[in-house]
């Protein structure tokens, strides 16, 4: 498939959704007037159709006509779109790109955050994901210890500016996190699997809050003391799903988690600064306790 016909899709799913209803005659007003549209050409009845059943089969997006109502399209399971976390991030980000692109006197006023290296990648994974291929990769940490190893792609996910895929080995059977922007080399194999039918990534992360794993860090009740002046930054954009306000007063809030309180969440707590305190559990008060002595001694 073509970058052309793939852009074709997104704006057709993302035309569709922003006018909720939508005849064939005003898909084909928008189309005339869209910088893809290159041939200044319409869309055939046709032609359409085959780019809803492709939809249907890429995306899982329903698009039916209404014939009670002067047969105009819709998208039939918006609501299954709305909780596909995944499926909207990556529609989203196409709409968003297929929108500068046509408004080019907007250059220079829409800024994105940059996601530096290993996207290179992804379409390789997600080609190995959809065809159950497995990976060989060469990895190599920031200690600059190398490996060499293959895999199977479980699912990828973006975290703080970079792209990570989980995997299960093939020799040891572990599932290991590798950020794709310490990939060396990747290949895919002829070699199959077979996706555990109980697998669920969302289920898999749902005590993370990042990308790490550790068998040793239990899932906990942590509860923060915020100030007044930072709290509204967490009501409008939460530390993680489980996320609760259990407590409030004119100073400040208390907010209530259950996750596994791994080395990325301290840090994410760390960079808020005076305007957190850790209640509990203890002992992570502890440690946070023990961070900020060692960080003042760098500063003495």
Known sequence: MSATLF?????????????????????????????????HDTIPERTFHRHKEAIKSLF????RCDRSDGNRYYIANEQDLENNYLRKWLLGTFAVDLLTREAKHLKGRILFEDIPSGQHYLE???????????????????????????????CVKVYSRRWYMLSRSVSDGKLRVYALDRIVELKTTENSFTLDPNFDADRFFAACYGVIVDSKCLTEVVRIRVDNKQRNYLRTLPLHRSQSEIEVSEDYSVFEYALSPTLDFKQALLSLGNSVEVLSPKTLREQMCKAIEQMHELYK
């Open 124 to 154: 390789q994974i997600i080609e190995a994901m959809r065809d159950s291929r497995t990976l060989r990769l060469q990895y190599r940490t920031f200690t600059d210890s190398f490996s060499n190893t293959e895999v199977e792609p479980y």
């Open 60 to 63: 899982d997006i329903d698009i």
């Open 7 to 39: 852009n074709r899709y997104i704006w057709l799913v993302n035309t569709i959704s922003r006018r909720g209803k939508i005849s064939l005659e005003e898909i084909n007003r928008c189309w005339e007037l869209s910088q893809y549209n290159e041939n």
